[in-house]
């Protein structure tokens, strides 16, 4: 069994930080030497490189906040005019009212500085959107948001994010523009990739403004993107010393009625590593899983003791119950018997919904090992208490502290958290998965691979990357079926 943590060299370039841990990473570089204004500069160059890359010489209008991200603007507004590009400049408040670097990068603009309007952008081909920062917590309104809504009929380059999303939530206060390219500097934050932020972002840039990377061994973020790179060198590769049950043997728990979603994780079990899957089936529905599930072994029971006793192999490495399982009494008894058989186990599906009026007795059941995959509304029934939670990322969290297991939180940016607060945020998953089934091949490549690990947060953040990577390799028309297959794909490619 692992028990994998991500360090440093992990997560070097993937880390995501939250806004008080970019501030912390920008005083911990300027402690060791590198002063604030020289971290402005390189800012703002960094955004006037990527204006002078992407468009023709042109008319650029820069939009400047009172407060750090406005003095980036104004340094990209120095930059763009010594390259010979025609820049006007607005700045949102007097002169005189800013501070710091801010102040000193305004007084090296020599250009004229007007007020924000609608009429400002007119004529300009590049917008750059140096208004607010990551760490903006209130309503964009007003002449901003007017001025704003106007320069969205041009391509506009934000600095850090656009106006109007939170760094932290991804959350869109008031109004914030859809950005063609958002420069940001040294990593990520949270809000690049929760939505609805990561839509306002577009082209996501992450610049080096000279902040080493040993400014993470002080910050220590717990969040990170979800790339290979942060798991590779813990894929539990085959050795030729292993054979059919030692490979990775999994238990999942077929239901009566709605037979495909089983079906559909067993295939996915098997392509992401288990060496031998059994089927757990209800009597009245084993002929049909065992008709159509030729390498799958499948055993019926009549009651909760027979299906305990399927239970009872102790080479049966992981568990999944979930899928298609069902809404009745005898469905609920059968989660809480995987559960107490000690075995790393997915929950999915009806085995969360069931319990939305009894989550105690199903929290009395979780273990370390165990991994609930709820989407939003499975999690609202089992977690009601974080539904106010507007930032995905906290609710995951807050939700695996209180369950006291990994949590994988589904959706266009699924969301991996640990009790301890540690968590991973995918951003590969197309929008072709919203289709039925996708969810039951998720639930089952993850139970390969935790049948292997014996891990529930890196199989977890495994299953998820290929889950996603395999629907972007299929594309247009994708049905949950074809998922199984596209992953072998993926992990041929990651292997060579």
């Known amino acids: 069994m692992f028990s994998w943590t991500f360090d440093k060299a992990d997560v070097s370039g993937l880390a995501l930080l939250s806004v008080d841990e970019m501030y912390a990473a920008d005083k911990w570089a300027m402690e060791a030497g590198t002063s604030g204004e020289q971290l402005m500069d390189a800012a703002g160059r960094a955004v006037a490189d990527e204006v002078i890359r992407r ?45 710091g670097d801010a102040a000193v990068a305004a007084g090296r ?11 400002f952008v007119e004529g300009a081909d590049v917008v750059i959107d140096a208004v607010f920062g990551a760490g903006l917590n209130r309503e964009v309104d007003g002449v901003v948001a007017a001025t704003l809504r106007a320069a969205a009929a041009r391509p506009v380059v934000a600095v850090d994010v656009p106006s109007g999303v939170n760094g932290d939530s991804g959350l869109v206060l008031g109004y914030a523009p859809h950005a063609a390219v958002t420069v940001t500097f040294f990593q990520r934050k949270t809000g690049h990739l929760l939505f609805p932020g990561r839509d306002k972002c577009g082209e996501l840039v992450v610049a080096d403004i000279g902040i ?52 559909l994780a067993s295939r996915a079990a098997q392509r992401c590593g288990a060496g031998y899957i059994v089927l757990a089936s209800p009597e009245k529905a084993a002929t049909l899983y065992r008709v159509s599930l030729e390498s799958v072994v499948v055993k019926g029971f009549r009651d909760t003791a027979g299906y305990s006793s399927i239970l009872d192999d102790a080479r049966m490495a992981a568990c999944l119950i979930g899928p298609g399982l069902g809404q009745d009494f005898g469905c609920s008894e059968r989660v809480l018997t995987t559960l107490r ?54 609710r995951a969290r807050k939700a695996a502290q209180s369950a006291g297991c990994t949590v994988l939180l589904k959706g266009a940016d699924t969301v991996i ?80």
């Open 55 to 99: 468009w023709p010489k042109g008319q650029v209008a820069v939009l400047c906040g009172p407060g750090n991200n406005g003095g980036d603007g104004f340094v990209a507004a120095r930059y763009l005019t010594d390259a010979g590009w025609s820049v006007k400049l607005a700045l949102l408040c007097d002169r005189s009212a800013l501070k």
């Open 109 to 119: 603009w020599t250009g004229k500085v007007e007020s924000f309007s609608e009429a």
């Open 212 to 263: 080493a990377a040993d400014a993470l061994d002080v910050v220590s973020p717990l969040a990170v993107r979800n790339a290979p790179a942060l798991w590779l060198a813990q894929f539990p590769w085959l050795t030729p010393d292993l054979n059919k049950f030692s490979r990775g043997m999994a238990c999942i728990a077929g239901g009566q009625e709605m037979t495909g979603a089983a079906r």
């Open 341 to 394: 058989s000690g075995k790393p186990t997915v929950l999915d599906a009806d085995a969360l919904s069931l319990f939305k009026d009894s989550r105690d007795v199903l929290f009395n059941c979780l273990q370390a090992h165990t991994l609930m995959t709820p989407h939003e509304g499975e999690f609202s029934r089992l977690f009601p208490e974080l539904v106010a939670e507007q930032n995905k990322l906290e």
């Open 417 to 496: 958290a640990t009790p301890d607060g540690r968590a991973v945020i995918c951003d590969n998953a197309p929008p072709d998965l919203a289709a039925a089934g996708t969810g039951d091949v998720l639930a089952g490549a993850i139970t390969g691979l935790l049948s292997r690990t014996g891990d529930p947060f890196l199989s977890a953040i495994i299953g998820a990357w290929l889950h996603g990577e395999a629907a972007r390799n299929i594309g247009v028309g994708l049905i949950a079926e074809d998922l199984p297959l596209a992953m072998k794909d993926i992990l041929n490619f990651l292997k060579k």
